[in-house]
T-cell receptor, first 114, second 117 residues
Framework: DVKVTQSSRYLVKRTGEKVFLECVQD?????MFWYRQDPGLGLRLIYF???????EKGDIPEGYSVSREKKERFSLILESASTNQTSMYLC?????????????FGAGSRLTVL | AQKITQTQPGMFVQEKEAVTLDCTYD???????LFWYKQPSSGEMIFLIY??????QNATEGRYSLNFQKARKSANLVISASQLGDSAMYFC??????????????FGTGTLLAVQP
C-alpha cells in the first residue's frame, strides 16, 4: 500500500526556532510537494520537487526552504519560525508519469508557533 | 491565472439523501484535469474522483459522480445516498496542463459537509 509518512503529527515551537518537517515515501515517486492548509484558504503550495536535489517554489515560499537529498525524503525547513506559520502542513507525492497525476498525501503535521 | 472556487463553506445533508458540492474553475488551457479529495477529521486527504477536460463522459466512482459542464467551467461533486461517514471537508482541485509528468495541483478553499442522521 502506498505510504507517505510525516514524522510529527503535532509540534509546538517558539518564535525564532528552526523547525524541520520531514516527509518520507516508500513508493519510489518522482514528485513531492509541501502544502500548507489554513481555514478558508484551502491548500496552498509552498515548494515542490521533481527530482533529487531539485526544488521549485510554489505559491507561498517565503519563510520556508526545502531539502531533497534522497528520492524518498523531502524536508520542509522553517529557518526562523513565526506565529503566522502556525498551520497544518501536508506532504504529498505523485508518480511523475503522464496520466491522472493523483496525489498521495501524508497525515499532516500540525505546527503551532508560540 | 488558474483558479478553483468553492462557494459553499459548509453544508448539511440528511442521511441517505444526495448532495451536490459546487466547484467552478478558471483556466485558459484546453487540457486540464479536475479532482475531488475528501479530508475527514483525522486529517488525511483521500482521492475520490477525477475528470479530464477531454473526457466526454462524466466520471463516476461508486456513490461519487462528477457533473462536468465544460462551457460553464463547473465540476460539481455529487454524492448519492449520503452516509454518516461522508461527513468531512471536500476539496476540488485542478491540474493544468493535464497529464504531464511535472504538473502541480491547485486547490479550492473546501466545503465542510455534515451528514445528519
Amino acid at each position: 500500500d502506498v505510504k507517505v509518512t510525516q514524522s510529527s503529527r503535532y509540534l509546538v515551537k517558539r518564535t525564532g526556532e528552526k523547525v524541520f518537517l520531514e516527509c518520507v515515501q516508500d513508493m519510489d515517486h518522482e514528485n513531492m510537494f509541501w502544502y500548507r492548509q489554513d481555514p478558508g484558504l484551502g491548500l496552498r503550495l509552498i515548494y515542490f520537487s521533481y527530482d533529487v536535489k531539485m526544488k521549485e517554489k510554489g505559491d507561498i515560499p517565503e519563510g520556508y526552504s526545502v531539502s531533497r537529498e534522497k528520492k524518498e525524503r523531502f524536508s520542509l525547513i522553517l529557518e526562523s519560525a513565526s506565529t503566522n506559520q502556525t498551520s497544518m502542513y501536508l506532504c504529498a507525492t505523485e508518480a511523475g508519469e503522464a496520466g491522472a497525476n493523483v496525489l498521495t498525501f501524508g497525515a499532516g503535521s500540525r505546527l503551532t508557533v508560540l | 491565472a488558474q483558479k478553483i472556487t468553492q462557494t459553499q463553506p459548509g453544508m448539511f445533508v440528511q442521511e441517505k439523501e444526495a448532495v451536490t458540492l459546487d466547484c467552478t474553475y478558471d483556466t485558459s488551457d484546453q487540457s486540464y484535469g479536475l479532482f475531488w479529495y475528501k479530508q475527514p477529521s483525522s486529517g488525511e486527504m483521500i482521492f475520490l474522483i477525477y475528470q479530464g477536460s477531454y473526457d466526454e463522459q462524466n466520471a463516476t466512482e461508486g456513490r461519487y459522480s462528477l457533473n462536468f459542464q465544460k462551457a460553464r467551467k463547473s465540476a460539481n461533486l455529487v454524492i448519492s445516498a449520503s452516509q454518516l461517514g461522508d461527513s468531512a471537508m471536500y476539496f476540488c482541485a485542478m491540474i493544468t496542463p493535464y497529464g504531464g509528468a511535472t504538473n502541480k495541483l491547485i486547490f479550492g478553499t473546501g466545503t465542510l459537509l455534515a451528514v445528519q442522521p
